[in-house]
């Protein structure tokens, strides 16, 4: 189940949810994030659904699946950019905009895991 959680709002002022039950740290985040639209679109849209890629560390994102939703839940539209090409988009979010809120608040809600500690060498003792 999603546990929607504000994250700030769009341009326009509409609030930014991010579930943070899809942030699981893998090499980067996968963070699904919606947007709900008072007034229906001209498509019919209440609520779109983003799932962004997200770099942490490098301060980068891309888009992986837009999913447009109707009043009662039904799929009306849906882009998939897919994984793939997500990770050969990753670039810094434009600022002031949804995707630089999200990459920043999914990245405050699940930082990175901390760089493995250097590896010791082991000096040999001459005798």
Do not use: F
């Amino acid at each position: 189940m999603p546990r929607w959680t504000a994250a700030g709002m769009d341009h326009a002022g509409r609030t930014i949810e991010i579930d943070r039950n899809s942030l699981n740290w893998r090499s980067v985040q996968r963070a699904w994030w919606r947007v709900s639209y008072p007034e229906p679109r001209r498509d019919g849209t209440v609520e779109e659904r983003h799932l962004e890629l997200v770099d942490c560390r490098d301060g980068t994102s891309a888009v992986i699946r837009i999913v447009s939703l109707d009043g009662t839940g039904r799929v009306l539209n849906e882009q998939v950019d897919g994984e793939e090409l997500a990770l050969q988009r990753l670039s810094p979010p434009t600022p002031d905009t949804a995707g630089e809120t999200v990459t920043r608040e999914a990245c405050r809600l699940r930082p990175p895991p901390p760089p493995p500690p250097p590896r010791k060498r082991m000096m040999q003792k001459q005798k």
